[in-house]
T-cell receptor, first 114, second 114 residues
Framework: DSGVTQTPKHLITATGQRVTLRCSPRSGDLSVYWYQQSLDQGLQFLIQYYNGEERAKGNILERFSAQQFPDLHSELNLSSLELGDSALYFC?????????????FGPGTRLTVL | GENVEQHPSTLSVQEGDSAVIKCTYSDSASNYFPWYKQELGKRPQLIIDIRSNVGEKKDQRIAVTLNKTAKHFSLHITETQPEDSAVYFCAALRNGAGSYQLTFGKGTKLSVIP
């Protein structure tokens, strides 16, 4: 167990809908990262938040957005869902700093868009 | 941005043999290189990492080497066991203005044949 939690574990929804994925980082970690893993694909970085502020953006679609709250949990919002958005969504957290770069992953949320 | 190439995409070895997975990166400013193991349907787990000021690191049967000049790093697993079967991902991280974005390779599916 990495200490990172994600809810829900599974999500099944229809095209055009909107969903929210939730992540709680490890105790003490200030950074949260979101990744998308599609079938037979590697891990695609979506976005990073540090202590409530956006730090980096990767291949995140405009239909997707995220935020990190004062208690450091984060939510990833996916809207106008398409079949191609079906994937595993992972969040990871890290302490962050010049020497502490390790990212620890949560169990993931499997999103199925029908 | 950073680009990480990983080879091979699949690897089969006999139990007890060694396995080597190689990665190259493009951004010379990258300074942290973790390796993750992912079992089917589960979260990526950090198994070993190396920083750019170190050439080699070992942890029991797992070792990682880094050649900064050539911009490549490798994972070595000795005395492989069936439980080593999984997908392995390499990654490279570039620190930039507080952004700690990991770029992953596409993964290597390792099968250890008993």
């Amino acid at each position: 167990d990495s200490g990172v939690t994600q809810t829900p574990k599974h999500l099944i929804t229809a095209t055009g809908q909107r969903v929210t994925l939730r992540c709680s980082p490890r105790s003490g970690d200030l950074s949260v990262y979101w990744y998308q893993q599609s079938l037979d694909q590697g891990l695609q970085f979506l976005i990073q938040y540090y202590n409530g502020e956006e730090r980096a953006k990767g291949n995140i679609l405009e239909r997707f957005s995220a935020q990190q709250f004062p208690d450091l949990h984060s939510e990833l919002n996916l809207s106008s869902l398409e079949l191609g958005d079906s994937a595993l969504y992972f969040c990871a957290s890290s302490v962050e700093g010049t020497t502490r770069n390790e990212q620890f992953f949560g169990p993931g949320t499997r999103l199925t868009v029908l | 941005g950073e680009n990480v190439e990983q080879h091979p995409s699949t690897l089969s070895v006999q139990e007890g043999d060694s396995a080597v997975i190689k990665c190259t990166y493009s951004d010379s400013a990258s300074n942290y290189f973790p390796w993750y193991k992912q079992e089917l349907g589960k979260r990526p787990q950090l198994i070993i990492d190396i920083r750019s000021n170190v050439g080699e690191k070992k942890d029991q049967r797992i070792a990682v080497t880094l050649n900064k000049t050539a911009k490549h790093f490798s994972l070595h697993i000795t005395e492989t066991q069936p439980e080593d079967s999984a997908v392995y991902f390499c990654a490279a991280l570039r620190n930039g203005a507080g952004s700690y974005q990991l770029t992953f390779g596409k993964g290597t599916k390792l099968s250890v044949i008993p």
